[in-house]
């Protein structure tokens, strides 16, 4: 099983950045898929979710109206594009899917990508 998050980079205050999230060894489709951040002292937090049956996304406050979630289930893929960026989403972003299947949880991480936000 493998979760392969793209190459995060640094980008200035206002800009935008897409990440993709690459998966392998399961059922992805599946699977529901969620990008989460942590920074820098701060716990991991959930940034967005998607559903795996009707694709419906949710987002955190901090983000909602900047990033979009999606998912391709033909290649294994989910993007999270943010816009209009702010030094405060300075974090490692990572990729997460899991999938419930009473009474066992199925779950997975990536390995994470910086995303730098700074002039």
């Known amino acids: 099983v493998q979760l392969v998050e793209s190459e995060g980079g640094l980008v200035q205050p206002g800009g935008s950045l897409g990440l993709s999230c690459a998966a392998s060894?399961?059922?992805?489709?599946?699977?529901?898929m969620s990008w989460y951040r942590q920074a820098p002292g701060r716990e991991r937090e959930l940034v967005a979710s998607?559903?795996?049956?009707?694709?419906?996304?949710n987002y955190a406050d901090s983000v909602n109206g900047r990033f979009t979630m999606s998912r391709d289930n033909d290649k294994n893929m989910v993007y999270l594009q943010m816009n209009s960026l702010k030094p405060e989403d300075t974090a490692v972003y990572y990729c997460y899917a899991e999938r419930r299947w009473y009474p066992s949880v199925f779950s997975y991480w990536g390995q994470g990508t910086l995303v730098t936000v700074s002039s």
């Open positions: 060894g399961f059922t992805f489709s599946s699977y529901h």
């Open positions: 998607i559903s795996s049956g009707d694709g419906t996304t």
